[in-house]
């Protein structure tokens, strides 16, 4: 079992930035992949952007590249996501996730935990 827990979440004017961190519990740690998986009112779960085990590999929806960035801190269990220049249609709960299956970062949402979200607005 892993267990997730976002924070960071916020209200933001465009052009501006957040920092979301996702601590995680229960299973090794270095033994998945991390994903941050965002929702919009009314649109189906987006990957956003994922980092392997090692914290090597990265990806990124092309919507976001050059503007967001996923780090790990394996020491203290957390992964996070630096995002600037935001958008308004970066507006979404975000979620953090984990994903078991092995080899490299997936860009689908088939991941296999998740935390409760932490909810981000970005306002024009």
């Known amino acids: 079992q892993v267990q997730l827990e976002e924070s960071g979440g916020g209200l933001v004017q465009a052009g501006g930035s957040l920092r979301l961190s996702c601590a995680a519990s229960?299973?090794?740690?270095?033994?998945?992949?991390m994903a941050w998986i965002r929702q919009a009112p009314g649109k189906e779960r987006e990957f956003v952007a994922g980092?392997?085990?090692?914290?090597?590999?990265?990806r990124y929806a092309d919507s976001v590249k050059g503007r967001f960035t996923i780090s790990i801190d394996n020491a203290k269990n957390t992964v996070y996501l630096q995002m600037n220049s935001l958008k308004p249609e970066d507006t979404a709960i975000y979620y953090c996730?984990?994903?078991?299956?092995?080899?490299?970062?997936?860009?689908?949402?088939?991941?296999?935990?998740w935390g409760q979200g932490t909810q981000v607005t970005v306002s024009s």
């Open positions: 996730a984990a994903d078991l299956r092995p080899y490299g970062v997936r860009s689908d949402t088939n991941y296999d935990y």
């Open positions: 229960g299973r090794t740690f270095s033994t998945y992949n």
């Open positions: 980092i392997s085990r090692s914290g090597y590999g990265t």
